[in-house]
């Protein structure tokens, strides 16, 4: 979502059998994050993640025709990524925030980050790594991205469970945000669709199929949901799935990992874990000096 701070976001794969390395980062995401949770219950003084699992209370408020009940994760997703960023900056990472140029390609928008980072004292890049998501459509010519349009509409309560459903032209899903006393609901997926303004029609839709399903966030004074807000991003779809690989462009070294669709935080860690192994054959193979 363009708001981060108002996204919402927990463990449900979107991987199919087709694509096996993409089942193979929600699992290794999934044991991370449980991993997560466990050190932070065994040292209180550790930095907490916003991460929760939640307990399976299925309740099923209409027909169903098949049901699938397990543990997830739900995550604040403002809080995870401060805690990220954190652990970055402990590590050594610096951000530097500045706007690069697209209109020329991605070999011109390496030089000018490049500069960016030297200005502020860095070394030249060894390596560099592309996450620029949707953005990538146009930076790198890449013509396998597309829009999934999505919106949800954010509401005071924290649900106590996370669902999914779908069911004939609709689907709905309940996410809450641990310890931020509000919940996601939503929501949309809309495949080429590059508007980001939300449609008042699908709210009053959201809302409906919610009501169905946490009708115990309803407390608002006429007897509906407290609103807080209503937001509508573009998640980075692509045709046959997220690129993570290496590429040498006009010289310099790139790991590209965009794409991920709406499974971003559920393929993660997965991806990280594959991005860093790239990152590290590329380091590998550069000259000590060079690196000097």
Request: charged content about 25%; hydrophobic content about 35%; glycine content about 12%.
């Given at each position: 979502m363009a708001d981060l701070s108002r996204a919402g976001a927990h463990w449900h794969t979107h991987a199919t059998?087709?694509?096996?390395?993409?089942?193979?980062?929600?699992?290794?995401?999934?044991?991370?994050?449980?991993?997560v949770l466990e050190r932070e219950g065994r040292d209180e003084q550790l930095p907490k993640a916003g991460l929760k699992v939640k307990p399976p209370t299925p309740r099923l408020a209409m027909r169903v025709l098949a049901a699938v009940v397990y543990r997830a994760v739900a995550v604040n997703v403002a809080q995870y990524l401060l805690y990220l960023q954190e652990r970055a900056r402990k590590s050594g990472a610096v951000v530097i925030k500045a706007r690069l140029?697209?209109?020329?390609?991605?070999?011109?928008?390496?030089?000018?980050?490049?500069?960016?980072?030297?200005?502020?004292?860095?070394?030249?890049?060894?390596?560099?790594?592309?996450?620029?998501?949707?953005?990538?459509?146009?930076?790198?010519?890449?013509?396998?991205?597309?829009?999934?349009?999505?919106?949800?509409?954010?509401v005071k309560g924290e649900a106590k469970t996370i669902f999914t459903r779908s069911g004939v032209d609709y689907g709905a899903y309940c996410i809450p945000r641990p310890g931020s006393g509000s919940t996601i609901l939503g929501g949309t997926k809309e495949k080429d669709v590059w508007s980001e303004t939300p449609d008042p029609n699908v709210t009053?839709?959201?809302?409906?199929?919610a009501a169905l399903n946490i009708p115990e966030l309803m407390r608002g004074p006429d007897g509906g949901f407290e609103v807080i807000s209503v937001q509508c991003g573009l998640r980075p779809g692509r045709h046959g799935g997220a690129r993570?690989?290496?590429e040498r462009v006009g010289g310099k070294r790139v790991v590209h990992a965009?794409?991920?669709?709406?499974?971003?935080?559920?393929?993660?860690?997965?991806?990280?874990?594959?991005t860093l192994r790239l990152v590290e054959e590329i380091l590998a193979c550069v000259p000590v000096a060079a690196r000097l």
């Open positions: 059998p087709e694509d096996p390395r993409a089942c193979d980062w929600d699992v290794q995401t999934y044991e991370y994050w449980v991993g140029p697209v209109e020329q390609g991605l070999q011109h928008a390496l030089e000018v980050a490049e500069r960016e980072a030297m200005s502020e004292g860095r070394s030249k890049a060894d390596c560099f790594v592309n996450a620029t998501g949707l953005g990538a459509a146009k930076l790198c010519g890449d013509e396998a991205m597309y829009p999934i349009r999505g919106q949800t509409v954010l009053e839709q959201i809302l409906k199929h993570v690989e290496t965009y794409g991920h669709a709406g499974g971003g935080y559920q393929n993660s860690i997965g991806s990280a874990r594959l």
